[in-house]
Each structure stands twice: as structure tokens, then as C-alpha cells.
T-cell receptor, first 109, second 115 residues
Framework: RKEVEQDPGPFNVPEGATVAFNCTYSNSASQSFFWYRQDCRKEPKLLMS???SGNEDGRFTAQLNRASQYISLLIRDSKLSDSATYLC??????????FGQGTTLQVKP | EPEVTQTPSHQVTQMGQEVILRCVPI?????FYWYRQILGQKVEFLVS????????KSEIFDDQFSVERPDGSNFTLKIRSTKLEDSAMYFC?????????????FGAGSRLTVL
């Protein structure tokens, strides 16, 4: 079983919409995750960290559901600039991040 | 905001040639990494480097690859004899400490095209 699994999408939403992605994980001991964002042909950039208490940053909210072993990312009031691939990344003590294919979001005008 | 700098941004080379990709990590970071991304595929870990030695490497990082920190600022990835399948975007990354190793700062990448 893969360490994390995401729906690759693409998710096509209009500007202003609220969209949510889930990421399921297999390691029940995981207590934190990270959402990275990658624009087309650009480097991954850390969007936010997710701990048991969740995290909110402006229009973005991330939650970690340890009982069901999934992480969610909610984007409110989508902007065109939110179009990107969102990568759910499990923790690592070595810096060896394991990236999946991520979920692609396309925000349309 | 501090950033990781990579050069060149794009390199075209002939199969069999040697290529060196250069990176300047963030100055107070101690851990350095190379990742690569073949077009249309996911980002893949190549190697991590700490205290002037390789900490971990993936199966991709075979004898054709080497890394070096020749001075206090540069971190290089060398591919000795490039193959067509080495064509990819190569990302350098760095982190401040092991405990926070998940929070990697990536450079903008070096696109390698092997003909």
C-alpha cells in the first residue's frame, strides 16, 4: 500500500468556489503532515503544516484525522492563482520527502 | 526571504557528456538535497547530504551521480555520462536542521535536456 494516496483530479472549479482535497495515509503513527504546492514546471513550496489540532492560514484550512487516517485541505474563495498541484507529504526524519502525484486544481474565471 | 539558488536554469547536453548542476543553499542551512522530476511525473528523492557526506541516497543515485560541497557555499550534482533518461528538472533543497527536515526550501530547478 502506498504511504499516501490522493485523487489526482483535476479538480475544475470556478473562481470563488470552496474546494477540498483529501489525502489518505497508511502509517497510523504519523502525527503530522505537510501540504506542498507545485506550480507547473516550478519547485514544490511548503503551503502549510498539519498537526492534530489542524491549521488555518487565511483561506486555507488543513485538518489531520488520525482516527480515519486522512488529511484534508480546504481552500475557500478560490483564486485563479490557486491553480496548482497540491502534494500531501508524510513526515520524515531524514529530509527524504516522498512525493506522490498530488491533486491538480484548476480554478477557472 | 532567503532562497536556494540553482544554476544553470536550463542545460542542453549530448548523451555521454558530463554535466554539473550547481546550487547555493540558504546560508545557515546544514542539510542539502537533490531531487529530480521527469516531465509529467512526481518529484523523486535522489540524495541527502550532511556534514560533508551523503546521508542517504535512492536507487536512482547510481555510480553515474556524485555530489560535492567544494566550498562553504556551493553544493553540486555531477552526472558523469548522461543518458537520455536523465532528462528532467533537478531541484536542490536545503533545511536548517534535521528535526525540521520536512520543511525543505527548494530552488527553482535546473532543467536538463539530454539529446
Amino acid at each position: 500500500r502506498k504511504e499516501v494516496e490522493q485523487d489526482p483530479g483535476p479538480f475544475n472549479v470556478p473562481e470563488g468556489a470552496t474546494v477540498a482535497f483529501n489525502c489518505t495515509y497508511s502509517n497510523s503513527a504519523s502525527q503530522s503532515f505537510f501540504w506542498y504546492r507545485q506550480d507547473c514546471r516550478k519547485e514544490p513550496k511548503l503551503l502549510m503544516s498539519v498537526y492534530s489540532s489542524g491549521n488555518e492560514d487565511g483561506r486555507f484550512t488543513a485538518q489531520l484525522n488520525r482516527a480515519s487516517q486522512y488529511i484534508s485541505l480546504l481552500i475557500r474563495d478560490s483564486k485563479l492563482s490557486d491553480s496548482a498541484t497540491y502534494l500531501c507529504v508524510p513526515p520524515s526524519n531524514t529530509g527524504k520527502l516522498i512525493f506522490g502525484q498530488g491533486t491538480t486544481l484548476q480554478v477557472k474565471p | 526571504e532567503p532562497e536556494v539558488t540553482q544554476t544553470p536554469s536550463h542545460q542542453v547536453t549530448q548523451m555521454g557528456q558530463e554535466v554539473i548542476l550547481r546550487c547555493v543553499p540558504i546560508s545557515n542551512h546544514l542539510y542539502f538535497y537533490w531531487y529530480r522530476q521527469i516531465l509529467g511525473q512526481k518529484v523523486e528523492f535522489l540524495v541527502s547530504f550532511y556534514n560533508n557526506e551523503i546521508s542517504e541516497k535512492s536507487e536512482i543515485f547510481d555510480d553515474q551521480f556524485s555530489v560535492e560541497r567544494p566550498d562553504g557555499s556551493n553544493f553540486t550534482l555531477k552526472i558523469r555520462s548522461t543518458k537520455l533518461e536523465d532528462s528532467a528538472m533537478y531541484f536542490c533543497a536545503s533545511s536548517e536542521e534535521r528535526a525540521g527536515a520536512n520543511v525543505l526550501t527548494f530552488g527553482a530547478g535546473s532543467r536538463l535536456t539530454v539529446l
